[in-house]
Every structure is written in structure tokens, then in C-alpha cells.
């Protein structure tokens, strides 16, 4: 039997410190360190809601405000957004408390999908949002994972229709085309005889001075 759990339930915080080994020389903090971090949290926190082990499907909309500089002390936050058949969309951010001011340094959403005791998906408990921040956050979550399917989908088409047959030979026939115009332009040029602009011919920068030579011509 599957319960509905509040956001609040699969909510996970814990902190790092940000040390030398995996900053940069210029000692900002690496972005695979920080994904990394980011994971394990949404992973907790999916496994937290569904009692389960969860697998990372997807990640998306990820931002960095600021960068991350040695020795500041993070707070990586995650909570479950909203849960579907299978899947559950992971909201997690990361910001530091330890300054006079909070500054949130990155943020991203996580899909993952809930798996049994045979490593086969299962479903996961719904999420029922208590306060109106979570309601936004269950529906704009809904509306993501539309887009997301959307996306895949229009990627999907237009792959299907640059390996078509027909996409092939426009390809072909384009190149003949192009290849054609080339030839016919340095034809002209070669029997012209007469003084030719060389950055009209190599589409050159406008800006730059125009250097004008003659081709073929009297010398």
C-alpha cells in the first residue's frame, strides 16, 4: 500500500566544507565536485521518500549564480518537488547561511525513479504540498516534466528526419549547389582581367581595410 508524503518528509540538508582538493588553481570550486555533492543529496532525499533505492534519470535547469571559493561553508538542500508513477522530480540547492547574508550559490532539478528489491521501477508515494510554496513548487514540477517529455520527443523527430533519405540528398544536393556557385565565382575572377575587391571575394570583416589587387591582369 503507498501513503502520500508531504514535501517536507524527503526533505534532506547536510554541509560541506569547500577544501583545496577540489578547488581549481585559481581555488573555486570544481563543478563535478559540486554535482556530485548535489546528487548524493537528491538521491537521499528520493530514497528518503520513496523507502527505496532511487536512480538518477535526469538532470536539468542547472544554475550557478556565483562561484565557490575555498574554505566557504555549504549548505546543499533537497526536497522532493513532486512524484509521479515511478518517477519523483528533486529540487536542490546550494547556499551558504554562514555569511551575514544567505547567498545561494547553485541550483538544479533532479528525475529519479524509485526501484525495488529486483532493480525494477516501481511506484513511488504521491506527494500532497502543505504550504502555498510547495503547492507552486508540485505545480511547476507537473509542468517541467511536460516540457521535458516535449523535448525529448522534438529531439527524437528531427533526429529521425536528418537521417531520413530525403535530408541526405537536400544535404547532397545543397553541396553540389554550393560547390557550383564557388567554381562560377573564381571563373569570373580568373578571366575577369580587371582589378577585384580581395575582402568582397573572402568576405572579409568590413571593418578591416579593403585591400585591392588585380588578378590575371596587366601588371
Known amino acids: 500500500m503507498l501513503f502520500t508524503h ?74 522532493v518537488n513532486n512524484a509521479f508513477n515511478t518517477s519523483m522530480e528533486v529540487g536542490v540547492t546550494v547556499s551558504s547561511t554562514a555569511t551575514a547574508k544567505p547567498v545561494t550559490f547553485c541550483s538544479a532539478y533532479f528525475t529519479f525513479v524509485s526501484l525495488d528489491h529486483h532493480s525494477k521501477k516501481c511506484a513511488v508515494p504521491k506527494v500532497i504540498p502543505e504550504t502555498e510554496a510547495e503547492r507552486d513548487n508540485f505545480i511547476l514540477a507537473k509542468e517541467r516534466r511536460t516540457m521535458r517529455f516535449g523535448r525529448k520527443e522534438k529531439i527524437a523527430k528531427m533526429m529521425e528526419q536528418a537521417l531520413s533519405p530525403r535530408s541526405e540528398e ?42 585591392r589587387r588585380t588578378f590575371f591582369g596587366p601588371g
Open 6 to 79: 508531504a514535501p517536507t518528509l524527503g526533505e534532506v540538508h547536510f554541509f560541506e566544507i569547500v577544501g583545496q582538493e577540489v578547488c581549481d588553481s585559481r581555488g573555486i570550486v570544481r563543478a563535478s565536485a559540486l554535482l556530485r555533492w548535489m546528487d548524493i543529496c537528491a538521491c537521499l532525499s528520493a530514497e528518503k521518500h520513496g523507502q527505496l533505492s532511487s536512480v538518477t534519470l535526469s538532470m536539468d535547469d542547472l544554475s550557478f549564480d556565483s562561484p565557490i571559493t575555498i574554505g566557504t561553508v555549504l549548505e546543499i538542500s533537497a526536497r
Open 170 to 211: 537536400r544535404v547532397r544536393k545543397s553541396s553540389l549547389v554550393e560547390n557550383s556557385e564557388i567554381s562560377e565565382s573564381l571563373q569570373k575572377l580568373a578571366t575577369g582581367g580587371t582589378t577585384k575587391t580581395l575582402a568582397a571575394w573572402t568576405g572579409a570583416n568590413k571593418r578591416q581595410s579593403v585591400v
